[in-house]
């Protein structure tokens, strides 16, 4: 990490090395500045990060390029030689560890189908009318299979569950194709950030604004100067009270209280012969009694798999130690394809954003009725500007919305500095 001197002066301070920071980096970097990225983790890429597992590359957190065309985080993969290839989705439903019947399987997709369609026909209503609700609402009653529709809409694609999410929020994402890169999204971001100027293991506490600057200081006590600073903490961090704003902020602080975290943690597990799929990138949902869980088989071909751990059932599991995580992730193992396919299966990480000081989760989702909250993260405060997953729009909890932000923010600053 760079040693840096009390008071130390910059131009642009960039607080947080994910997506949206390593973004606003570049981008202050090609508009002639020379920002300083702070960044708590000794490491760059906040929530996307890939471990290396027997020789594959595996992402921990984020894991697909979504809405492909209109990522720009796929021509700078492609621009770097990396492999960007189309998610073709397979996708197999079980019950009790047995495949779906034909008609069964037929209405589960009509209900996942109908579900879709009446939560975006409520988000219409919504939008003219003012009233949110929740995807729970919105749906009402689809057939006998609502429950799982709604966990596939709710726990799956939002990390919550379908009674704490906004219709009006769920709706406003932009998706058309999913890709996925060469070698993990995490080491992708990682990449992007080579050479930029990067301060690791800073732990920012404090921001202040003055009249011509503002002062930035550190849980050791560090403190410095910068003429425009971007914000590009997780939501849930700032929400949590982790670092201190000043009263210019007020709209920053306010915004976030209508904000709550999306809970998406990812069980790696190795098994050649696994008992949900014997495909490779075949998405499975898998219903044990009532309860449901998804799985992504065969990563790329291999025999590792990821099992979703989701919404108040990821939350669970990551406040547990290391041990009772395994022994959770086991259990519903045993639950789903019996004693023996848990046993035969290895664990190899449990992750836990939920309970990382510096994420508090996957992604944040807003409240009920608070989707506008969005746009009023966007807002700039004096030197201060805010950008992250959570302040897009239309691409909310993903690297390429993060990305997009993060470019926004970094014109702000140019613009401000320049008078332009």
């Given at each position: 990490?760079?040693?840096?001197?009390?008071?130390?002066?910059?131009?642009?301070?960039?607080?947080?090395?994910?997506?949206?920071?390593?973004?606003?980096?570049?981008?202050?970097?090609?508009?002639?500045?020379?920002?300083?990225?702070?960044?708590?983790?000794?490491?760059?890429?906040?929530?996307?990060?890939?471990?290396?597992?027997?020789?594959?590359?595996?992402?921990?957190?984020?894991?697909?390029?979504?809405?492909?065309?209109?990522?720009?985080?796929?021509?700078?993969?492609?621009?770097?030689?990396?492999?960007?290839?189309?998610?073709?989705?397979?996708?197999?439903?079980?019950?009790?560890?047995?495949?779906?019947?034909?008609?069964?399987?037929?209405?589960?997709?009509?209900?996942?189908?109908?579900?879709?369609?009446?939560?975006?026909?409520?988000?219409?209503?919504?939008?003219?009318?003012g009233h949110d609700m929740s995807l729970t609402d919105a749906v009402g009653n689809a057939g006998p299979w609502t429950r799982s529709a709604l966990f596939m809409h709710g726990a799956y694609d939002c990390g919550a569950e379908p009674d704490t999410i906004s219709t009006l929020d769920f709706a406003t994402v932009e998706d058309d194709r999913d890709m996925l890169v060469s070698g993990g999204l995490g080491a992708?971001?990682?990449?992007?950030?080579?050479?930029?100027?990067?301060?690791?293991?800073?732990?920012?506490?404090?921001?202040?604004?003055?009249?011509?600057?503002?002062?930035?200081?550190?849980?050791?006590?560090?403190?410095?100067?910068?003429?425009?600073?971007?914000?590009?903490?997780?939501?849930?961090?700032?929400?949590?009270?982790?670092?201190?704003?000043?009263?210019?902020?007020?709209?920053?602080?306010?915004?976030?209280?209508?904000?709550?975290?999306?809970?998406?943690?990812?069980?790696?597990?190795?098994?050649?012969?696994?008992?949900?799929?014997?495909?490779?990138?075949?998405?499975?949902?898998?219903?044990?009694?009532?309860?449901?869980?998804?799985?992504?088989?065969?990563?790329?071909?291999?025999?590792?798999?990821?099992l979703d751990l989701v919404a108040t059932e990821g939350q669970r599991i990551a406040g547990m130690d290391e041990q009772g995580r395994a022994d959770a992730v086991r259990a519903m193992l045993a639950r789903h394809f019996g004693e023996a396919a848990s046993h035969a299966t290895r664990i190899l990480a449990v992750t836990q954003w939920a309970q990382d000081p510096f994420a508090r989760g996957a992604w944040a989702?807003?409240?009920?009725?608070?989707?506008?909250?969005?746009?009023?993260?966007?807002?700039?405060?004096?030197?201060?500007?805010?950008?992250?997953?959570?302040?897009?729009?239309?691409?909310?909890?993903?690297?390429?919305?993060?990305?997009?932000?993060?470019?926004?923010?970094?014109?702000?600053?140019?613009?401000?500095?320049?008078?332009?």
């Amino acid at each position: 990490a760079r040693k840096l001197r009390v008071m130390e002066h910059f131009d642009v301070i960039i607080v947080g090395a994910g997506a949206a920071g390593i973004a606003a980096a570049r981008k202050l970097t090609q508009a002639g500045f020379s920002p300083l990225v702070l960044e708590a983790r000794q490491r760059l890429g906040g929530r996307a990060v890939t471990h290396d597992f027997a020789g594959t590359p595996i992402d921990m957190g984020a894991h697909w390029l979504h809405a492909a065309r209109q990522n720009p985080l796929v021509s700078l993969a492609r621009g770097m030689g990396l492999e960007v290839s189309r998610a073709v989705y397979r996708f197999r439903a079980l019950k009790d560890g047995a495949r779906l019947g034909l008609i069964a399987g037929y209405g589960l997709d009509h209900a996942w189908e109908r579900a879709e369609e009446r939560i975006m026909e409520a988000a219409e209503q919504v939008a003219r009318r003012g009233h949110d609700m929740s995807l729970t609402d919105a749906v009402g009653n689809a057939g006998p299979w609502t429950r799982s529709a709604l966990f596939m809409h709710g726990a799956y694609d939002c990390g919550a569950e379908p009674d704490t999410i906004s219709t009006l929020d769920f709706a406003t994402v932009e998706d058309d194709r999913d890709m996925l890169v060469s070698g993990g999204l995490g080491a992708l971001i990682a990449r992007l950030g080579e050479g930029l100027e990067v301060a690791a293991g800073v732990d920012l506490r404090g921001i202040q604004l003055d009249k011509d600057h503002a002062i930035l200081t550190t849980a050791d006590g560090q403190a410095w100067q910068a003429r425009a600073v971007i914000l590009t903490v997780p939501l849930m961090v700032l929400a949590g009270g982790h670092v201190t704003l000043p009263p210019e902020a007020g709209s920053l602080r306010e915004a976030a209280r209508r904000f709550h975290a999306a809970a998406y943690e990812h069980a790696i597990l190795q098994a050649a012969k696994a008992p949900w799929s014997n495909r490779h990138d075949e998405i499975v949902l898998s219903m044990a009694g009532s309860e449901h869980a998804t799985l992504f088989a065969h990563m790329e071909g291999s025999d590792l798999h990821y099992l979703d751990l989701v919404a108040t059932e990821g939350q669970r599991i990551a406040g547990m130690d290391e041990q009772g995580r395994a022994d959770a992730v086991r259990a519903m193992l045993a639950r789903h394809f019996g004693e023996a396919a848990s046993h035969a299966t290895r664990i190899l990480a449990v992750t836990q954003w939920a309970q990382d000081p510096f994420a508090r989760g996957a992604w944040a989702l807003t409240k009920i009725g608070h989707s506008a909250a969005r746009a009023a993260l966007r807002q700039p405060m004096g030197h201060l500007f805010y950008a992250g997953e959570a302040s897009s729009a239309t691409q909310w909890g993903t690297v390429g919305g993060a990305w997009l932000e993060g470019e926004r923010a970094a014109g702000h600053v140019v613009a401000a500095l320049t008078g332009a």
